[in-house]
Protein backbone atom coordinates (compact mmCIF):
# COMPACT_ATOMS: atom_id res chain seq x y z
CA UNK A 1 0.00 0.00 0.00
CA UNK A 2 1.20 3.49 -0.94
CA UNK A 3 2.12 4.56 3.48
CA UNK A 4 -1.40 4.68 3.86
CA UNK A 5 -2.13 2.89 7.14
CA UNK A 6 -5.80 1.59 8.07
CA UNK A 7 -7.16 3.38 10.55
CA UNK A 8 -7.26 2.84 14.54
CA UNK A 9 -9.43 0.09 15.78
CA UNK A 10 -13.57 -0.03 15.59
CA UNK A 11 -15.27 3.12 17.57
CA UNK A 12 -16.53 1.99 20.83
CA UNK A 13 -19.70 3.87 19.77
CA UNK A 14 -22.48 4.15 17.22
CA UNK A 15 -24.41 7.47 18.01
CA UNK A 16 -26.55 6.62 15.00
CA UNK A 17 -27.40 3.29 16.62
CA UNK A 18 -27.60 4.34 19.83
CA UNK A 19 -30.16 6.65 19.57
CA UNK A 20 -32.26 4.49 17.55
CA UNK A 21 -35.89 3.55 20.12
CA UNK A 22 -35.49 0.36 21.29
CA UNK A 23 -33.58 -3.23 20.39
CA UNK A 24 -36.10 -3.93 17.67
CA UNK A 25 -35.21 -1.65 15.28
CA UNK A 26 -31.71 -2.69 15.81
CA UNK A 27 -32.63 -6.44 15.57
CA UNK A 28 -34.55 -5.31 12.37
CA UNK A 29 -32.25 -3.64 11.10
CA UNK A 30 -29.65 -6.49 10.94
CA UNK A 31 -31.99 -8.92 9.91
CA UNK A 32 -33.34 -7.21 6.84
CA UNK A 33 -29.66 -5.93 5.51
CA UNK A 34 -30.72 -7.94 2.23
CA UNK A 35 -33.44 -5.38 1.52
CA UNK A 36 -32.03 -2.66 -0.79
CA UNK A 37 -33.60 0.13 1.88
CA UNK A 38 -32.21 -1.98 4.64
CA UNK A 39 -28.46 -1.46 3.31
CA UNK A 40 -28.90 1.97 2.62
CA UNK A 41 -29.97 2.64 6.19
CA UNK A 42 -27.08 0.26 7.45
CA UNK A 43 -24.50 2.68 5.21
CA UNK A 44 -25.76 5.81 5.66
CA UNK A 45 -25.42 5.14 9.91
CA UNK A 46 -22.28 3.30 8.83
CA UNK A 47 -20.94 6.51 6.87
CA UNK A 48 -20.98 8.83 9.76
CA UNK A 49 -18.35 6.78 11.52
CA UNK A 50 -14.57 8.70 11.56
CA UNK A 51 -13.33 5.06 10.88
CA UNK A 52 -15.84 4.59 7.62
CA UNK A 53 -14.78 7.90 6.26
CA UNK A 54 -11.11 7.32 6.98
CA UNK A 55 -11.58 3.68 5.18
CA UNK A 56 -13.25 5.71 2.27
CA UNK A 57 -10.56 8.40 2.03
CA UNK A 58 -8.29 5.49 2.07
CA UNK A 59 -10.16 3.35 -0.78
CA UNK A 60 -10.15 6.71 -3.17
CA UNK A 61 -5.94 6.74 -2.24
CA UNK A 62 -5.65 3.61 -2.95
CA UNK A 63 -7.83 4.01 -6.48
CA UNK A 64 -6.12 6.95 -7.33
CA UNK A 65 -2.69 5.19 -7.10
CA UNK A 66 -3.71 2.04 -9.13
CA UNK A 67 -4.96 4.52 -11.82
CA UNK A 68 -2.20 5.98 -11.81
CA UNK A 69 0.17 3.14 -12.39
CA UNK A 70 -2.56 1.69 -14.93
CA UNK A 71 -1.50 4.45 -16.70
CA UNK A 72 1.99 4.05 -16.64
CA UNK A 73 2.10 0.50 -17.48
CA UNK A 74 0.11 1.42 -20.91
CA UNK A 75 2.23 4.19 -21.61
CA UNK A 76 5.30 1.94 -20.92
CA UNK A 77 3.41 -0.68 -23.26
CA UNK A 78 4.33 1.18 -26.44
CA UNK A 79 7.91 1.03 -25.48
CA UNK A 80 7.87 -2.52 -24.57
CA UNK A 81 6.46 -2.97 -28.37
CA UNK A 82 8.92 -0.98 -29.52
CA UNK A 83 11.32 -3.07 -28.16
CA UNK A 84 9.89 -6.30 -28.72
CA UNK A 85 10.02 -5.64 -32.41
CA UNK A 86 14.13 -4.34 -31.76
CA UNK A 87 14.29 -7.57 -30.29
CA UNK A 88 12.67 -9.78 -32.75
CA UNK A 89 14.37 -8.08 -35.59
CA UNK A 90 17.53 -8.35 -34.25
CA UNK A 91 17.50 -11.77 -33.02
CA UNK A 92 16.04 -12.69 -36.73
CA UNK A 93 19.33 -10.65 -37.96
CA UNK A 94 21.38 -12.64 -35.34
CA UNK A 95 20.00 -16.11 -36.53
CA UNK A 96 20.99 -15.12 -40.05
CA UNK A 97 24.44 -14.33 -38.89
CA UNK A 98 25.02 -17.46 -37.15
CA UNK A 99 23.90 -19.16 -40.17
CA UNK A 100 26.23 -17.27 -42.92
CA UNK A 101 28.98 -18.28 -40.02
CA UNK A 102 28.06 -21.69 -40.16
CA UNK A 103 28.53 -21.89 -43.91
CA UNK A 104 31.38 -20.11 -44.15
CA UNK A 105 33.26 -22.44 -41.43
CA UNK A 106 32.63 -25.03 -43.48
CA UNK A 107 33.44 -23.74 -46.73
CA UNK A 108 37.04 -22.91 -44.46
CA UNK A 109 36.71 -26.28 -43.69
CA UNK A 110 36.77 -27.62 -46.73
CA UNK A 111 39.53 -24.71 -48.36
CA UNK A 112 42.02 -25.84 -45.17
CA UNK A 113 41.83 -29.34 -44.99
CA UNK A 114 44.29 -31.41 -46.67
CA UNK A 115 44.01 -32.89 -50.31
CA UNK A 116 43.98 -36.88 -50.35
CA UNK A 117 46.78 -38.11 -52.19
CA UNK A 118 45.17 -39.42 -55.45
CA UNK A 119 44.40 -35.24 -55.66
CA UNK A 120 47.74 -34.07 -55.16
CA UNK A 121 49.09 -36.56 -57.69
CA UNK A 122 46.33 -35.34 -60.61
CA UNK A 123 47.49 -31.81 -59.93
CA UNK A 124 51.71 -32.27 -59.86
CA UNK A 125 50.43 -34.18 -63.54
CA UNK A 126 48.28 -31.81 -64.82
CA UNK A 127 50.83 -28.77 -63.75
CA UNK A 128 53.80 -30.54 -64.90
CA UNK A 129 51.94 -31.29 -68.66
CA UNK A 130 51.02 -27.50 -68.51
CA UNK A 131 54.55 -26.54 -67.81
CA UNK A 132 55.97 -28.82 -70.31
CA UNK A 133 53.37 -27.32 -72.94
CA UNK A 134 54.41 -23.80 -71.83
CA UNK A 135 58.75 -25.01 -72.19
CA UNK A 136 57.87 -26.68 -75.77
CA UNK A 137 56.14 -22.98 -77.11
CA UNK A 138 59.01 -21.37 -75.92
CA UNK A 139 61.40 -23.52 -77.38
CA UNK A 140 59.49 -23.21 -80.39
CA UNK A 141 60.02 -19.75 -80.05
CA UNK A 142 63.64 -19.36 -78.90
CA UNK A 143 64.15 -21.85 -82.42
CA UNK A 144 62.42 -19.17 -84.57
CA UNK A 145 64.18 -16.16 -82.97
CA UNK A 146 60.66 -14.84 -82.05
CA UNK A 147 60.69 -14.51 -78.35
CA UNK A 148 58.93 -12.00 -75.84
CA UNK A 149 62.28 -11.18 -73.56
CA UNK A 150 63.81 -8.81 -76.08
CA UNK A 151 66.49 -11.44 -76.72
CA UNK A 152 67.23 -12.94 -80.40
CA UNK A 153 68.92 -15.99 -80.62
CA UNK A 154 71.98 -14.19 -82.42
CA UNK A 155 72.31 -11.56 -80.04
CA UNK A 156 72.38 -13.19 -76.72
CA UNK A 157 72.13 -16.71 -75.32
CA UNK A 158 69.96 -17.99 -72.18
CA UNK A 159 72.96 -20.00 -71.08
Given at each position: TSGHELPSPSPSSFPAIEQMNNR????NLLENMTQPDQMKAVTQILSQTPLYRQMQETLQLLTESNAEAANRNLQKEKDINVLCASISESKQSLKEKVELLEELQTKQGELVKPMERNEILYELKRAKKE?????????????????????????????
Open positions: QEIKKMEESEEMAQRWLQNDTNDGYSGTEGSYW
